[in-house]
T-cell receptor, first 114, second 114 residues
Protein backbone atom coordinates (compact mmCIF):
# COMPACT_ATOMS: atom_id res chain seq x y z
CA UNK A 1 0.00 0.00 0.00
CA UNK A 2 1.10 3.53 -0.76
CA UNK A 3 2.01 5.52 2.26
CA UNK A 4 1.92 9.30 2.24
CA UNK A 5 3.30 10.79 5.43
CA UNK A 6 2.87 14.34 6.59
CA UNK A 7 5.41 15.30 9.21
CA UNK A 8 3.03 17.06 11.61
CA UNK A 9 -0.54 16.33 12.55
CA UNK A 10 -0.98 19.61 14.39
CA UNK A 11 1.06 22.79 14.10
CA UNK A 12 0.74 26.17 15.80
CA UNK A 13 2.69 29.11 14.40
CA UNK A 14 2.77 32.84 14.89
CA UNK A 15 1.89 35.45 12.31
CA UNK A 16 4.89 36.30 10.16
CA UNK A 17 6.74 33.05 10.77
CA UNK A 18 8.08 30.99 7.88
CA UNK A 19 6.36 27.62 7.96
CA UNK A 20 7.36 24.37 6.29
CA UNK A 21 4.88 21.54 5.82
CA UNK A 22 6.58 18.34 4.78
CA UNK A 23 5.17 15.40 2.84
CA UNK A 24 6.89 12.14 1.90
CA UNK A 25 5.57 9.25 -0.19
CA UNK A 26 7.16 5.84 -0.39
CA UNK A 27 5.91 4.43 -3.69
CA UNK A 28 8.00 6.28 -6.25
CA UNK A 29 5.02 8.35 -7.39
CA UNK A 30 5.73 11.03 -9.96
CA UNK A 31 2.93 13.41 -9.05
CA UNK A 32 2.42 15.16 -5.74
CA UNK A 33 -0.19 17.66 -4.63
CA UNK A 34 -0.97 20.07 -1.83
CA UNK A 35 -4.61 20.80 -1.01
CA UNK A 36 -6.14 23.09 1.55
CA UNK A 37 -9.38 22.01 3.25
CA UNK A 38 -11.74 24.52 4.86
CA UNK A 39 -15.30 24.00 6.14
CA UNK A 40 -17.84 24.80 3.46
CA UNK A 41 -15.16 25.16 0.80
CA UNK A 42 -14.06 21.56 0.29
CA UNK A 43 -10.55 20.84 -0.94
CA UNK A 44 -8.78 23.45 -3.00
CA UNK A 45 -5.56 22.78 -4.89
CA UNK A 46 -2.63 24.98 -3.90
CA UNK A 47 0.29 23.57 -5.91
CA UNK A 48 1.23 20.36 -7.62
CA UNK A 49 4.33 18.80 -9.09
CA UNK A 50 4.74 16.30 -11.92
CA UNK A 51 8.46 15.76 -11.45
CA UNK A 52 11.45 16.71 -9.39
CA UNK A 53 12.10 20.46 -9.45
CA UNK A 54 8.88 21.02 -11.37
CA UNK A 55 5.88 22.80 -9.94
CA UNK A 56 2.57 24.11 -11.17
CA UNK A 57 0.18 26.56 -9.55
CA UNK A 58 -3.18 25.27 -8.51
CA UNK A 59 -6.28 27.32 -7.83
CA UNK A 60 -5.08 29.20 -4.72
CA UNK A 61 -1.26 29.57 -4.82
CA UNK A 62 -1.09 33.07 -3.33
CA UNK A 63 0.93 33.19 -0.12
CA UNK A 64 2.45 29.74 -0.71
CA UNK A 65 5.45 28.24 -2.43
CA UNK A 66 6.64 24.66 -2.83
CA UNK A 67 9.84 22.71 -3.15
CA UNK A 68 10.49 19.31 -4.68
CA UNK A 69 14.19 18.52 -4.57
CA UNK A 70 13.67 14.76 -4.34
CA UNK A 71 11.00 12.63 -5.94
CA UNK A 72 9.60 11.36 -2.67
CA UNK A 73 9.35 14.70 -0.87
CA UNK A 74 7.11 17.70 -1.55
CA UNK A 75 7.25 20.66 0.80
CA UNK A 76 4.72 23.44 1.17
CA UNK A 77 6.16 26.74 2.37
CA UNK A 78 4.32 29.66 3.91
CA UNK A 79 6.84 32.48 3.54
CA UNK A 80 5.12 34.70 6.11
CA UNK A 81 2.25 32.96 7.82
CA UNK A 82 -1.01 34.86 8.23
CA UNK A 83 -4.14 34.06 10.23
CA UNK A 84 -6.13 33.41 7.05
CA UNK A 85 -3.83 30.48 6.37
CA UNK A 86 -5.18 28.67 9.41
CA UNK A 87 -6.52 25.51 7.81
CA UNK A 88 -6.17 21.79 7.24
CA UNK A 89 -3.50 20.94 4.68
CA UNK A 90 -3.60 17.66 2.80
CA UNK A 91 -0.79 16.18 0.75
CA UNK A 92 -1.49 13.58 -1.93
CA UNK A 93 0.31 11.64 -4.64
CA UNK A 94 -0.45 9.66 -7.80
CA UNK A 95 1.79 7.39 -9.90
CA UNK A 96 1.64 9.58 -13.02
CA UNK A 97 3.13 8.47 -16.31
CA UNK A 98 -0.27 7.90 -17.85
CA UNK A 99 -1.20 5.37 -15.19
CA UNK A 100 -4.64 6.55 -14.23
CA UNK A 101 -4.97 6.26 -10.49
CA UNK A 102 -6.71 7.93 -7.65
CA UNK A 103 -5.09 10.30 -5.19
CA UNK A 104 -3.35 8.75 -2.20
CA UNK A 105 -3.64 11.11 0.74
CA UNK A 106 -1.68 11.77 3.89
CA UNK A 107 -3.45 12.25 7.22
CA UNK A 108 -3.39 16.01 7.03
CA UNK A 109 -1.74 18.80 9.01
CA UNK A 110 -3.99 21.11 10.94
CA UNK A 111 -2.20 24.45 11.01
CA UNK A 112 -3.20 27.25 13.36
CA UNK A 113 -1.65 30.69 12.86
CA UNK A 114 -2.06 33.01 15.83
CA UNK B 1 -13.83 26.23 -15.80
CA UNK B 2 -14.55 22.82 -14.38
CA UNK B 3 -16.74 22.78 -11.28
CA UNK B 4 -18.15 20.15 -8.95
CA UNK B 5 -21.29 20.96 -6.96
CA UNK B 6 -22.62 19.16 -3.93
CA UNK B 7 -25.89 20.82 -3.03
CA UNK B 8 -26.40 19.11 0.35
CA UNK B 9 -24.01 20.40 3.04
CA UNK B 10 -25.42 17.93 5.59
CA UNK B 11 -27.65 14.89 5.59
CA UNK B 12 -28.92 12.41 8.13
CA UNK B 13 -30.12 8.86 7.70
CA UNK B 14 -31.39 6.19 10.04
CA UNK B 15 -29.12 3.21 10.52
CA UNK B 16 -29.92 0.40 8.03
CA UNK B 17 -31.73 2.81 5.69
CA UNK B 18 -30.62 3.98 2.25
CA UNK B 19 -29.35 7.46 1.50
CA UNK B 20 -28.37 9.22 -1.73
CA UNK B 21 -25.81 12.02 -1.91
CA UNK B 22 -26.03 14.34 -4.90
CA UNK B 23 -23.26 15.65 -7.10
CA UNK B 24 -23.29 17.57 -10.36
CA UNK B 25 -20.35 18.74 -12.40
CA UNK B 26 -19.68 21.00 -15.31
CA UNK B 27 -17.09 20.26 -17.97
CA UNK B 28 -16.56 20.36 -21.70
CA UNK B 29 -14.10 17.47 -21.54
CA UNK B 30 -15.10 14.10 -22.94
CA UNK B 31 -12.48 11.83 -21.34
CA UNK B 32 -12.78 12.16 -17.59
CA UNK B 33 -13.49 10.24 -14.45
CA UNK B 34 -15.37 10.82 -11.22
CA UNK B 35 -14.83 9.80 -7.61
CA UNK B 36 -16.49 9.73 -4.27
CA UNK B 37 -14.16 10.08 -1.28
CA UNK B 38 -15.00 9.57 2.36
CA UNK B 39 -13.28 11.46 5.18
CA UNK B 40 -14.09 10.07 8.64
CA UNK B 41 -13.14 11.90 11.87
CA UNK B 42 -9.67 10.34 11.60
CA UNK B 43 -9.16 12.75 8.64
CA UNK B 44 -7.80 10.03 6.35
CA UNK B 45 -9.34 10.44 2.90
CA UNK B 46 -10.59 7.11 1.61
CA UNK B 47 -11.63 6.37 -1.95
CA UNK B 48 -15.18 5.01 -1.94
CA UNK B 49 -15.87 4.52 -5.62
CA UNK B 50 -14.63 5.56 -9.05
CA UNK B 51 -16.41 5.88 -12.40
CA UNK B 52 -14.87 6.31 -15.84
CA UNK B 53 -16.96 8.59 -18.03
CA UNK B 54 -16.74 6.27 -21.03
CA UNK B 55 -18.35 3.42 -19.09
CA UNK B 56 -22.13 3.33 -19.22
CA UNK B 57 -22.46 0.82 -16.41
CA UNK B 58 -22.72 2.37 -12.96
CA UNK B 59 -19.89 1.49 -10.59
CA UNK B 60 -20.67 -0.53 -7.46
CA UNK B 61 -18.60 -1.35 -4.39
CA UNK B 62 -20.50 -3.49 -1.89
CA UNK B 63 -23.12 -1.21 -0.26
CA UNK B 64 -22.01 1.81 -2.30
CA UNK B 65 -23.24 2.47 -5.81
CA UNK B 66 -23.44 5.43 -8.12
CA UNK B 67 -26.04 6.75 -10.51
CA UNK B 68 -24.01 8.26 -13.34
CA UNK B 69 -26.04 10.35 -15.77
CA UNK B 70 -23.50 11.64 -18.27
CA UNK B 71 -25.85 13.83 -20.29
CA UNK B 72 -27.16 15.47 -17.15
CA UNK B 73 -23.63 15.66 -15.67
CA UNK B 74 -24.87 14.05 -12.50
CA UNK B 75 -23.01 11.57 -10.29
CA UNK B 76 -24.92 10.63 -7.14
CA UNK B 77 -23.78 8.16 -4.47
CA UNK B 78 -26.20 5.68 -2.95
CA UNK B 79 -25.36 4.04 0.36
CA UNK B 80 -27.50 1.03 1.18
CA UNK B 81 -27.99 -0.46 4.65
CA UNK B 82 -26.29 2.54 6.29
CA UNK B 83 -23.97 1.73 9.15
CA UNK B 84 -22.63 3.88 11.99
CA UNK B 85 -19.18 3.67 10.42
CA UNK B 86 -20.49 5.43 7.32
CA UNK B 87 -20.72 8.69 9.24
CA UNK B 88 -18.21 10.99 7.56
CA UNK B 89 -17.68 13.85 5.20
CA UNK B 90 -18.20 12.74 1.59
CA UNK B 91 -16.55 14.53 -1.30
CA UNK B 92 -17.42 14.22 -4.95
CA UNK B 93 -14.43 14.78 -7.26
CA UNK B 94 -13.69 15.04 -10.96
CA UNK B 95 -10.51 14.43 -12.92
CA UNK B 96 -9.51 14.54 -16.56
CA UNK B 97 -7.45 11.77 -18.12
CA UNK B 98 -4.77 14.00 -19.64
CA UNK B 99 -3.43 14.86 -16.20
CA UNK B 100 -3.94 13.86 -12.58
CA UNK B 101 -5.33 17.16 -11.37
CA UNK B 102 -8.54 16.45 -9.46
CA UNK B 103 -11.21 18.98 -8.51
CA UNK B 104 -13.37 18.49 -5.42
CA UNK B 105 -16.83 19.57 -4.39
CA UNK B 106 -17.47 21.25 -1.05
CA UNK B 107 -18.55 18.06 0.65
CA UNK B 108 -21.62 16.59 2.33
CA UNK B 109 -21.49 15.67 6.00
CA UNK B 110 -23.43 12.47 6.58
CA UNK B 111 -24.84 11.64 10.01
CA UNK B 112 -26.04 8.14 10.82
CA UNK B 113 -28.82 8.01 13.42
CA UNK B 114 -28.88 4.87 15.61
Amino acid sequence: DVKVTQSSRYLVKRTGEKVFLECVQDMDHENMFWYRQDPGLGLRLIYFSYDVKMKEKGDIPEGYSVSREKKERFSLILESASTNQTSMYLCASTPGGGRRDTLHFGNGTRLTVT
Amino acid sequence: AQTVTQSQPEMSVQEAETVTLSCTYDTSESDYYLFWYKQPPSRQMILVIRQEAYKQQNATENRFSVNFQKAAKSFSLKISDSQLGDAAMYFCAWGVNRDDKIIFGKGTRLHILP
